[in-house]
């Protein structure tokens, strides 16, 4: 299935996936590069929400651009199974290899406003990541490695936490609050 038949096929549950959706079917249709971040003006990428077995605790790195704790994920760079790259995204940032997809159906969906930042020393111009997001469960006891290009710290947090240690407070109310009820 593409992955604009997978997020036609998407049952949005609030309002702000509605509204995201439509951005990103429009999206898919009217640009051929939505999966290039050659495109400065959005592009997809893909995060994984992941839990410890339990469902009490989820995984975070502390993210050197956004300064900030945040979920794992990262650009689509031209593949289109977005599942695919949220799970090596969570491999490659946390050295989690163990994960299992709670389920292969998209998990959540949102458009993302990234500022202006600098990266390896090169301006990238504020834009949009419609982001679509996994679910997936790992061992806690699983050695955790740091991507230091990347992010500065990685650690699994009470669902409690995951809500106070971020500095964003837009992800934190619209985004984690969502994907915690829903773990």
């Known amino acids: 299935m593409s992955l604009l038949q997978e ?4 049952i949005p549950r609030n309002q702000q996936e509605e509204q995201d959706r439509i951005q990103m079917i429009w999206f898919i ?20 929400w992941t839990v410890n077995e339990e469902h009490t605790k989820t995984l975070m790195v502390y993210h050197n651009i956004y300064d900030s704790w945040a979920w794992i994920g990262g650009h689509a760079d031209g593949e289109e199974d977005l599942c695919a790259v949220a799970l090596r995204e969570l491999q490659e940032e946390t050295g ?24 390896k020393g090169i301006y990238v111009p504020g834009h949009i990541h419609y982001n679509v997001t996994y679910f997936a469960e790992a061992d806690e006891k699983e050695a955790l490695i740091v991507r230091e290009d990347e992010n500065s710290a990685v650690k699994w947090w009470s669902f ?24």
């Open 29 to 48: 249709k009217n640009y051929s590069d939505y999966l290039d971040r050659t495109n400065q003006l959005a592009h997809f990428s893909a995060s994984v």
């Open 7 to 10: 997020i036609e096929n998407y």
């Open 160 to 183: 409690e936490d995951a809500l106070k240690v971020p500095s964003e407070p837009w992800m934190v109310e619209q985004i984690y609050k969502k994907l915690i009820e829903r773990s």
């Open 96 to 119: 989690i290899k163990n994960a299992t997809l709670v389920s292969e159906q998209i998990f959540s969906l949102e458009s993302l406003t990234v500022n202006g930042h600098f990266k």
